[in-house]
């Protein structure tokens, strides 16, 4: 444990269990609200109509098309109706997408948030925003971007199909995975972060066996929050910075690119982080916790290579030179070369990737 530390709570009310969306309107009248955009995906749209309909005549409108990355132009013909309709608060139902959009819009109006995830990317329960313009996705944290509520509602999340849920599990496991590496870390949230991994590497398997299992998905959905938090706590490193950078250039989807990256990215570290890989390895119930979380990434069948989701092999370049060009903490240096070699062996999905750690990333397939 460092000797000194600060610890800063998050301000976000949680409530958590299954059917609890049915407390959506009480939570509204709890902060005074009237008049709810609410916010979803398009595929979305029939949940949030069912969302709406829970608030009744606290919901004054939908927007229904929330994108990945947070662009901003999306964001603005979301603003334009909430203008129009002059609302006081936003409801937002679904993952990180419209999460995120719901932070945009506090963001600009410093309006209250209500989240009801139906994913485990963790974005309710952090003070930052990531938005997309012009090919590059710049990330802020503040106070207004943090939601008020976030109703975690077990139910919404057995609809998600069992690869996504993966993907976004181990998105969540990324965010702790940085935290137990991260400058401002403490013991607080390395206990969240260990707990959080322990829960969905435990639940995971039992999901992708049983999607509709409620007592795993009630699992994964506490790791996912208890991993949230931790990012919302810490600031990140190569991993997240990665992952910015790539899925601003090239539009990849979110929690695949989290999920091919995260081996890497460790074994980059992993020379500097010694304390971080023992708890990562106690968590997941191994000696190894790149090998196991490679090995259980195997077993859900989701993609292991960036080439795999559409990222162009010409683009390593770029993403290099944008992935250096501000500087920020990393428990390693990020340099060009080993960042370049980082990048060739995620694209590739490649065995002989070692980046001086002691343990060679294996692919068997
Ligand atoms: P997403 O919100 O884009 O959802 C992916 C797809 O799954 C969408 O089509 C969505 O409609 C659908 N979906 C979501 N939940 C479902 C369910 N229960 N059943 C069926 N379909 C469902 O994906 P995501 O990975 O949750 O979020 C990615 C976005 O979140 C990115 O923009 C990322 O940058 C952001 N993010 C931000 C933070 C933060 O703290 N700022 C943290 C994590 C992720």
């Not at 959506?24 to 609410?38: N, S």
């Not at 209500?114 to 090919?135: F, Q, R």
């Not at 980059?268 to 890989?277: C, L, S, T």
Request: aromatic share 4%; glycine share 8%.
């Amino acid at each position: 444990m460092s000797e000194s530390f600060v610890y800063q709570a998050l301000s976000t009310r949680v409530i958590f269990g299954r059917a609890t969306s049915a407390k959506l309107r009480e939570e509204a009248d709890r902060l005074g609200l009237r008049r709810l955009l609410v916010l979803s995906t398009p595929e979305q749209t029939p949940l949030a109509e069912s969302v709406r309909q829970l608030l009744g005549d606290r919901a004054i409108g939908m927007f229904n098309n929330a994108t990945m990355h947070t662009p901003v132009e999306v964001t603005r013909g979301a603003m334009d109706l909430a203008e129009q309709l002059n609302i006081d608060g936003v409801v937002a139902v679904g993952g990180g997408s419209t999460t995120g959009l719901g932070k945009a819009i506090a963001l600009r109006t410093d309006l209250s948030q209500i989240v009801l995830p139906t994913t485990y990317a963790g974005s309710e329960v952090t003070p930052i925003l990531g938005e997309t313009k012009d090919g590059r996705k710049t990330t802020q944290r503040g106070p207004k971007i943090q939601p008020e509520v976030v109703i975690y509602d077990v139910d919404l999340t057995l609809s998600l199909p069992p690869a996504m849920s993966a993907l976004s599990a181990f998105n969540a496991i990324a965010h702790a995975a940085e935290a137990l590496y991260a400058p401002d870390g403490n013991p607080i949230v390395s206990l969240m972060a260990e707990d959080g991994v322990r829960a969905i590497v435990d639940a995971l398997p039992r999901v992708m066996r049983t999607p509709g299992d409620p007592e795993a998905r009630a699992a994964l959905l506490y790791g996912a929050w208890l991993c949230g938090s931790c990012l919302g706590m810490t600031t990140m490193g190569l991993h997240h910075k990665l992952c910015h950078t790539l899925g601003g250039l090239f539009d990849l989807p979110h929690a695949q690119t989290h999920a091919i990256v995260l081996p890497y990215a460790l074994a980059y570290n992993e020379p500097m982080i010694p304390d971080a890989m023992s708890r990562l390895a106690r968590a997941m119930q191994t000696g190894d916790a790149i090998g196991a979380l490679l090995q259980l990434e195997r077993e859900c069948a989701i993609p292991l290579a960036l080439r795999d989701i559409g990222m162009p092999r010409e683009g390593i370049v770029a993403a290099v030179e944008q992935a250096i060009a501000v500087p920020y903490k990393n428990p390693r240096p990020v340099e060009a070369a080993a960042l370049t070699d980082l990048l060739e062996s995620a694209w590739a999905g490649e065995t002989r990737y070692k980046a001086n750690s002691s343990k060679a990333i294996c692919r068997n397939h």
